[in-house]
């Protein structure tokens, strides 16, 4: 084979590469649209109103991920199943913010922690890397933890609401989130500087259940829980 001869073949390889990278764009794009949609029907919560309204709520954003079911199915087809990590890059940001998301509304709906697997459902992709298109653990764990900031935001905002019963909630499932984060050791600095983040996060929850303790607003909240 002549030198040109293997630059040629060379540039066929990054020309369909780049096809590659240019048809999984185009889908993540839409992802992110739909995440965005879904992320503006969740924040209506925070509002004073928009405690009353949490099921119809969490019921619209579960019908936009069928939206979002339809597009990580094209998704899949868009690369070879053995070449996921090669452009994970283009889908990992919006794969974080739709893992956030689920767990929001799963939070929403029962104050629970949601599985990784849960995750993967919603999504309708697989949870072993074998199987092809998966919640890879690490943007699993950074929804989580983008989860712990949107928390910390809602326990403010339930004061505010009126709600007092719900920043003692939300710190007992933030504190129980931190102690399982403490389990892991974090090699992926991005996750670690996020980790980090969620030290502050326990701190105004914390200083919210305070502020509410002095003014006797919880235990007026748990003797009303109590009746």
């Known amino acids: 084979m002549s030198v040109t001869e293997m630059f040629s073949f060379i540039q066929g390889f990054l020309s369909a590469d780049q096809d590659i990278r240019e048809d999984i764009r185009k889908v993540v794009q839409v992802l992110e649209q739909t995440a965005r949609e879904i992320l503006t029907v969740l924040q209506s919560v925070h509002q004073p109103s928009g405690f009353k309204d949490i099921p119809s709520k969490c019921l619209k954003a579960r019908e ?3 939206t979002v079911r339809n597009h990580t199915g094209e998704l899949k087809t868009k690369f ?3 070449q996921y990590y090669r452009y994970h890059e283009h ?5 974080q913010r739709l893992a956030f998301l689920a767990a929001f509304v799963v939070y929403l709906e ?6 990784r697997e849960e995750v993967a459902q919603i999504l309708a992709i697989e949870v072993d890397r074998e199987k092809g298109f ?3 653990v690490e943007d699993y764990l950074a929804g989580v933890l983008i989860l712990a900031s949107e928390l910390s935001r809602l326990a403010v ?3 505010t609401a009126g709600d007092y019963g719900r920043p003692l909630r939300i710190s007992n499932f933030i504190n129980e989130l931190d102690s399982g ?4 050791n974090l090699k992926n600095d ?6 980090d983040g969620l030290k502050y996060d326990v701190k105004k929850i914390e200083e919210v259940v305070y502020d509410l303790s002095i003014r006797g607003l919880a235990k007026e909240q748990e003797a009303g829980g109590d009746k």
Do not use: A, G
């Open 181 to 184: 984060f403490r389990l892991l």
């Open 157 to 159: 905002n339930s004061v």
């Open 80 to 82: 070879p199943v053995e």
């Open 190 to 195: 991005p996750l670690r500087k996020r980790y």
């Open 134 to 136: 998966h919640l890879d």
């Open 64 to 66: 936009l991920f069928c």
């Open 91 to 95: 889908w990992r940001f919006v794969l």
């Open 110 to 115: 029962s104050e629970s922690l949601v599985t």
